[in-house]
């Protein structure tokens, strides 16, 4: 048993923060948004060594954190964590499910073969587990919310694999139900739709095209900061926020405003001559 962050809790009314998949990626950086607020913040992984980085890290900049170890794909470590978290914590204010299935396979039989079961329980089925078994942690808060993590391949087709759209499409209605099931506990539920975003450190090849291609679909011209996913999460749960419920918050500088077929057909007005395109 943790005890530390509890006598912290009770002592100063520290807020506590759930997230999963939180030891590297994005998920890191919205760890990072949630400690510097105040928050303690509960983190979820199944990479243990990367989690205990992460936890060392953050108690080194003076942060409250702890890792819980979970593969999050299996319904048994899901429900043990749920009980050691109960033991742990006296309240949850806010779960941030991010974790995500690493999806490869474009092959549509392949991912489905391969990667279709294990995209849904680690990015639909463990969202709603986890958020139901900790309901009465989440009951003690004044203001509880869970943020589920969504992408803008709910609403259109990427070079993602088929699991990944078809998961992200149902969070989305799973979302929604699940704010008007729990919304007369008084906790809210709402989802958030990053485009691209920039990780810490990542290096995209051709780095060049990639940026004239932000510049041409994005109306900011630019791709959204890791940091600013974890600025949106934290608003979500903000007491700001205590009455935006089954919302769906799209984070992608305008992306879906533009009209891409017309893009694509200007661009390759440029690169191909008139006679080919009338064919």
């Known amino acids: 048993m943790y005890t530390a962050p509890l006598q912290d809790i009770l002592k100063n009314k520290i807020k506590v923060a759930l997230i999963t998949g939180a030891a590297q990626g994005i998920g890191s950086v919205i760890a990072d948004s949630f400690c510097k607020k105040g928050y303690f913040v509960a983190f979820v992984d199944i990479n243990k060594h990367l989690g205990l ?15 819980y170890e979970c593969n999050l794909e299996d319904e048994k470590q899901i429900r043990l964590l749920a009980q050691v978290l109960h033991k742990d914590l006296n309240q949850i204010d806010v779960i941030v499910n991010n974790a995500k299935h690493p999806s490869r396979e474009r092959d549509i039989v392949n991912n489905l ?19 139901h078994l900790l309901l009465n942690l989440l009951q003690k ?12 391949n709910a609403h259109f087709i990427s070079q993602q694999p088929l699991s990944y759209h078809v998961v992200k499409g149902a ?11 729990y919304g007369k506990m008084n906790i809210r539920v709402n989802l958030l739709h990053p485009g691209i975003v920039d990780i810490p450190g990542r290096v995209r090849k ?26 949106c999460a934290l608003f979500l749960a903000s007491d700001e926020a205590k009455y935006i419920n089954g919302v769906a918050l799209d ?11 017309h893009l694509a057909y200007s661009g390759l007005e ?6 080919e395109l009338i064919k």
């Not at 073969?113 to 587990?129: T, V």
């Not at 984070?251 to 077929?261: I, N, T």
Request: charged share 25%.
């Open 270 to 275: 440029q690169v191909m001559p008139s006679s």
């Open 141 to 152: 808060s004044t203001n509880a919310s869970i943020v589920n993590i969504g992408s803008t």
């Open 171 to 181: 969070l989305s209605q799973a979302t929604r139900y699940l704010a008007c099931e």
């Open 206 to 231: 051709k780095a060049d095209l990639f940026k004239a291609a932000v510049e041409q679909v994005i109306p900011l011209r630019r791709t959204a900061l890791a940091e600013e996913v974890g600025d």
């Open 53 to 67: 980085e992460k936890e060392a890290e953050l108690k080194s900049r003076g942060y409250s954190a702890k890792f």
């Open 113 to 131: 073969e391969l990667e279709w079961d294990a995209a849904f329980r680690i990015m639909l089925k463990h969202p709603i587990l986890l958020g």
């Open 251 to 261: 984070l992608d500088g305008g992306e879906h405003l533009k009209d891409h077929f």
